[in-house]
């Protein structure tokens, strides 16, 4: 199982993206459409073609960054949206970055790394949210491969892996998911506990 940089790219480059739904998901998008603060400071990680970015950033929100390994799927973003700051596409490791944010939003980027890395993928949340920052987006609540992504995982591992880092605010199956994705998604809101 190759999940390199090379392997990520060759994979948008020929179009084997199934998990790419072609839009804003839509829980992400109904969360989005409640947020007020237009300068809130926002990373996707591992975004891909980030339909997330774009309909944030179409939407008002100018703060927002994308992390991936793929430059095809950077640049995919750069065409549908010629407007986006370049320097807010950044093509490296979610695991090197070194900034902070007001929210970080999951779609799909838990569930594509090993799942030797969750406890890192974890803390590195936690180390690049801002005092009170918040992760949100949406976790796959099925099994799925054990050999390549995406890598499923359930509720109970989840609480089990956040709970000491995060205020757990929402854990909850997801009502309004996209049709490919019905009955098999938890929206998750947690909130970074402080230290003390």
């Known amino acids: 199982m190759d999940l390199s940089e090379n392997a990520w790219d060759h994979r948008y480059l020929k179009n084997d993206i199934g998990w790419d739904l072609g839009e804003v998901s839509p829980p992400l998008k109904n969360y989005f459409d409640q947020l007020e603060d237009k300068e809130l400071k926002i990373l996707i990680p591992g975004g891909g073609n980030s339909y997330e970015a774009e309909y944030l950033f179409n939407n008002g929100f100018t703060n927002v960054f994308v992390v991936d390994l793929?430059?095809?799927?950077l640049e995919n973003i750069k065409n549908?949206?010629?407007d986006f700051p370049v320097s807010q596409l950044i093509l490296g490791n979610f695991f090197d970055l070194n900034d902070s944010?007001?929210?970080i939003v999951?779609?799909?980027f838990f569930c594509a790394i090993h799942p030797s890395l969750r406890q890192k993928y974890v803390l590195t949340i936690q180390q690049l949210l801002k005092s009170k920052g918040k992760l949100v987006g949406v976790l796959f609540n099925v099994p799925l491969h054990k050999d390549k992504p995406p890598f499923g995982g359930d509720k109970e591992e989840y609480v089990v892996r956040f709970q000491?880092?995060?205020?757990?605010?929402?854990?909850?199956?997801?009502?309004?998911?996209?049709q490919s994705r019905q009955g098999r998604e938890l929206f998750?809101?947690?909130i970074k506990k402080e230290k003390g």
């Not at 793929?70 to 799927?73: D, M």
């Open 70 to 73: 793929s430059k095809t799927a």
């Open 80 to 82: 549908r949206v010629p």
């Open 101 to 103: 944010f007001d929210l």
């Open 106 to 108: 999951e779609q799909t």
């Open 164 to 178: 000491p880092h995060f205020n757990i605010k929402k854990i909850d199956p997801c009502y309004n998911s996209h």
């Open 188 to 190: 998750i809101h947690f």
